[in-house]
């Protein structure tokens, strides 16, 4: 059975960088495309960026200038960069997988736990 | 971006009772939206995509429906199992979206 696990720093300090890693266990990451989602205190789930196998991504615009999504097939795992972090990248932090196709419509259904991140001096 | 409103934000209902959920998104999404659901501390767990497709392993008491800018999800008889949290996701356009959830608490 497919599983994700994220894993982090915990707590970062305003102005650096946060770091992410998704390790993906029970299955292959070839052919699929992965995500990395947030959700801040109170608010929607927010989707970061995207990610094929292959090295093919995608970002969300708001947050294009800061955030770097890569892959490493070799050990299963894909990972998040976020720079000059605020406290509004306060969140639980969340990795998944798009496995679910319908023509040029993918769906997300594997999903991490989520690990949370606290931006704060 | 498009953006996702759910309604009611809470939901007190008893086990055996029908829940009506909805999600209206702010252009046409098509049919082009996902429910999921969530429990505190649990990873996310797709239901339905394309508006009406159970997802591998959603009981047939779950149902979806609509297109456009209106949708609903209704839980036909409440299990216990089904006190959660339930949000709806657009994957018409990028970035996609996110509704802010529906909680289905026991009365």
């Known amino acids: 059975q497919l599983q994700l696990q994220e894993s982090g720093p915990g707590l970062v300090k305003p102005s650096e960088t946060l770091s992410l890693t998704c390790t993906v266990s029970g299955g292959s990451m070839s052919n699929y495309w992965w995500d990395w989602i947030r959700q801040a205190p109170g608010k929607e789930m927010e989707s970061l960026a995207y990610?094929?196998?292959?090295?093919?991504?995608n970002y969300n615009p708001s947050l294009k200038s800061r955030v770097a999504i890569s892959v490493d097939t070799s050990k299963n795992q894909f990972f998040l960069r976020l720079t000059s972090v605020t406290a509004a990248d306060t969140a639980i932090y969340f990795c998944?997988?798009?496995?679910?196709?319908?023509?040029?419509?993918?769906?997300?259904?594997?999903w991490g736990k989520g690990t949370t991140v606290t931006v704060s001096s | 971006e498009i953006v996702l409103t759910q309604s009611p934000a809470t939901l007190s209902l008893s086990p055996g009772e029908r829940a009506t959920l909805s999600c209206r998104a702010s252009q046409s999404v098509s049919s082009h939206l996902a429910w999921y659901q969530q429990k505190p501390g649990q990873a996310p767990r797709l239901l339905m995509y394309e508006a009406s497709n159970r997802a591998t392993g959603t009981p047939a008491r779950f149902s979806g429906s609509g297109s456009g800018t209106d949708f609903t999800l209704t839980i036909s008889s409440l299990e216990p199992e089904d006190f959660a949290v339930y949000f709806c996701y657009q994957r018409s356009k990028w970035p996609e979206t996110y509704g802010p959830g529906t909680k289905v608490d026991i009365k």
């Open positions: 990610i094929h196998s292959s090295g093919d991504s």
């Open positions: 998944a997988r798009y496995g679910v196709v319908v023509g040029n419509y993918y769906y997300t259904d594997v």
